[in-house]
């Protein structure tokens, strides 16, 4: 049985409140650098270095699951769990574009999660609008060597932004004050 440091907290009491100071064990979670030259962000660059080969597989399996949580919406229509599973593969595909290789496509999925995550009834979200984002991510990811995808793909996610934004205006006209939290940015 492992045995328990003490506790070097303290507690000081005043008439209306307590102040606690917890102990502070933050030099074991820190490790000194074994070697003078030893530099952990090269580390850690050197080793996304080696697994970037893998990037375009990871990128095209989250396009895959994208696409099947948009046909399981086709079958099933929107209910919690095909709404999640498309919110959340569109969420991962926002965070992870970058570093995969892929930034053109974050804003795309940002787009996205937009309309599902602002839209206050999902079933209303226009599933030619899920396809129209779905499509662009897939036909971006399937393009990117082409040297114009950069401008290509700025234009597609402002015009899929615009569409989308017309869309959550229209439907949360009657909440003036959500509109303006999500327009905000």
Not at 79 to 107: C, M, N, Q, R, V
Not at 145 to 161: G, I, K
Request: charged content about 30%; glycine content about 4%.
């Amino acid at each position: 049985m492992a045995r328990r440091r003490p506790d070097h907290s303290s507690v000081a009491t005043f008439a209306d409140h307590e102040v606690i100071t917890p102990q502070h064990n933050l030099r074991g979670a820190i490790k000194l650098a074994a070697e003078p030259g030893d530099d952990p962000v090269a580390r850690a660059e050197a080793a996304m270095a080696r697994l970037a080969n893998e990037f375009g597989q990871w990128m095209a399996a989250e396009c895959d699951r994208l696409d099947a949580a948009r046909q399981s919406i086709k079958k099933a229509g929107f209910d919690k769990s095909t709404y999640e599973a498309l919110f959340h593969a569109a969420h991962d595909i926002k965070g992870e574009a970058a570093t995969f290789g892929y930034p053109a496509i974050a804003g795309i999925a940002d787009s996205l999660c937009r309309l599902i995550e602002h839209t206050p009834d999902m079933t209303r979200i226009p599933l030619v609008l899920v396809d129209q984002h779905v499509d662009a991510i897939r036909a971006v990811m399937r393009e990117y060597v082409r040297p114009d995808l950069a401008e290509l793909a700025r234009m597609l996610t402002a015009q899929l932004r615009e569409v989308t934004d017309g869309f959550l205006r229209r439907e949360n006209s009657f909440r003036p004050e959500y509109l303006e939290d999500i327009f905000a940015d």
